[in-house]
T-cell receptor
Framework: KAGVTQTPRYLIKTRGQQVTLSCSPI?????VSWYQQTPGQGLQFLFE???????NKGNFPGRFSGRQFSNSRSEMNVSTLELGDSALYLC??????????????FGPGTRLTVL | KNQVEQSPQSLIILEGKNCTLQ??????????LRWYKQDTGRGPVSLTI?????NTKSNGRYTATLDADTKQSSLHITASQLSDSASYIC?????????FGAGTTVTVRA
């Protein structure tokens, strides 16, 4: 089985721009979660989608949004980028909802740099 | 205040030696606890996942223990190898959103 894939792997944007990141989960997995990871903050939960519905959301501003398609692929969008948005964005998929005894499989991440 | 605290923040060990990482949590109710290994610049990889009724679980040279009464978990690395150099993250699941620890960075030196 192919693992979780994320595109693009690296991205450089300037302040004020917007960006869309993509995540393709493992085949058959219906839950996709997004995380932001920075050296100072560690892994911070952004949101989780399960069967095209946002199930949980972390404490991030409304500039961060996401969606999930019927094939379970998910996209994350960040509008009006700020310097502090520079981070590694990780996507994780699991067969069922987060929190239940389901192992999460992480993708390689997208490294976003905001100049 | 983070509900999952890990210690130490970082440690350096010599190849072949053992080490133990600690995870204390206040998350409640509790469903399961996971340990992940994350190599620099890569996504985390699951090492173990334990429910509240499990006391220990092994994955090769990695052994995780759980004391649900004291809300403590540890990850023991036996006979460390250079490839064990990574960040180790403790994650607690309270039947909903996952709560992440800040991680322990392990450096194994030859």
């Amino acid at each position: 089985k192919a693992g979780v894939t994320q595109t693009p792997r690296y991205l450089i944007k300037t302040r004020g721009q917007q960006v869309t990141l993509s995540c393709s989960p493992i085949s058959g997995h219906r839950s996709v979660s997004w995380y932001q990871q920075t050296p100072g903050q560690g892994l911070q939960f952004l949101f989780e989608y399960f069967s095209e519905t946002q199930r949980n959301k972390g404490n991030f501003p409304g500039r961060f949004s996401g969606r999930q398609f019927s094939n379970s692929r998910s996209e994350m969008n960040v509008s009006t980028l700020e310097l502090g948005d520079s981070a590694l964005y990780l996507c994780a998929s699991s067969p069922g909802p987060q929190g239940v005894y389901n192992e999460q499989f992480f993708g390689p991440g997208t490294r976003l740099t905001v100049l | 205040k983070n509900q999952v605290e890990q210690s130490p923040q970082s440690l350096i060990i010599l190849e072949g030696k053992n080490c133990t990482l600690q995870c204390n949590y206040t998350v409640s109710p509790f469903s399961n606890l996971r340990w992940y290994k994350q190599d620099t610049g890569r996504g985390p990889v699951s090492l173990t996942i334990m429910t509240f009724s499990e006391n220990t679980k092994s994955n090769g040279r990695y052994t995780a223990t759980l004391d649900a009464d004291t809300k403590q978990s540890s990850l023991h690395i036996t006979a460390s190898q250079l490839s064990d150099s990574a960040s180790y993250i403790c994650v607690v699941s309270p039947l909903g959103k996952l709560s992440f620890g800040a991680g322990t960075t392990v450096t194994v030196r030859a």
